[in-house]
């Protein structure tokens, strides 16, 4: 069990780039969590999987925010047209089990800054 | 809309006990999970109150009373390594977290 990874660790972008960031869960984990963190908050809920299915998206995420998870296994997020409003740690966490309430395993964090 | 409101920060004294307290509005609940974050770090998990009443586990202790729709986190015999920020949740919504300082 090697825990949840996360990549790139650090990326920083000019406004209105495109970025995409990957999340690599723990193996037999089936639900995978995006958050978005900024500083002095906690984590805010973006959106999740069940296996290779989105099941629910925060109001929050805007169209420019795009999650996949293709074979139930890695994620990804990507966000288009960066924004300086976008710069934040990015999260992302896992669990095994059959509801939210599930323990949530993270992973480092992807941290945003947009130039 | 779910909201959970915690102390911004709390200061205690090394070996002493501290009490952080999530009060919460929710429109489903399962249960009251903690979770602590280091600066620079991933949340972890610590603890989860499915069910009234304290569990324990080592050093934390956390309570729920879901007719009062509030919880704590109990940390005992405090250490400078306890420093850091502690968050309630539930389900997927973070509360606003409680930066402990531990001083000597």
């Known amino acids: 069990d090697t825990g949840v990874s996360q990549d790139p660790r650090h990326k920083i972008t000019k406004r209105g780039q495109n970025v995409t960031f990957r999340c690599d869960p723990i193996s037999e984990h089936n639900r995978l969590y995006w958050y978005r963190q900024t500083l002095g908050q906690g984590p805010e809920f973006l959106t999740y999987?069940?296996?290779?299915?989105?099941?629910?998206k925060s109001r929050l995420l805007s169209d420019r925010f795009s999650a996949e998870r293709p074979k139930g296994s890695f994620s990804t997020l990507e966000i288009q047209r960066t924004e300086q409003g976008d710069s934040a740690m990015y999260l992302c966490?896992?669990?095994?089990?059959?509801?939210?309430?599930?323990?949530?395993?993270f992973g480092p964090g992807t941290r945003l800054l947009v130039l | 809309g779910q909201s959970l409101e915690q102390p911004s920060e709390v200061t205690a004294v090394e070996g002493a006990i501290v009490q952080i307290n999530c009060t919460y509005q929710t429109s489903g609940f399962y249960g009251l999970s903690w979770y602590q974050q280091h600066d620079g770090g991933a949340p972890t998990f610590l603890s989860y109150n499915g069910l009234d009443g304290l569990e324990e586990t080592g050093r934390f202790s956390s309570f729920l009373s879901r007719s009062d729709s509030y919880g704590y986190l109990l940390l005992q015999e405090l250490q400078m390594k306890d420093s850091a920020s502690y968050f309630c949740?539930?389900?997927?919504?973070f509360g606003t977290g409680t930066k402990l300082q531990v001083i000597p």
């Open positions: 966490a896992s669990s095994l089990g059959a509801g939210p309430q599930e323990t949530q395993y």
């Open positions: 999987f069940q296996n290779e299915a989105q099941l629910e």
């Open positions: 949740a539930v389900e997927v919504t």
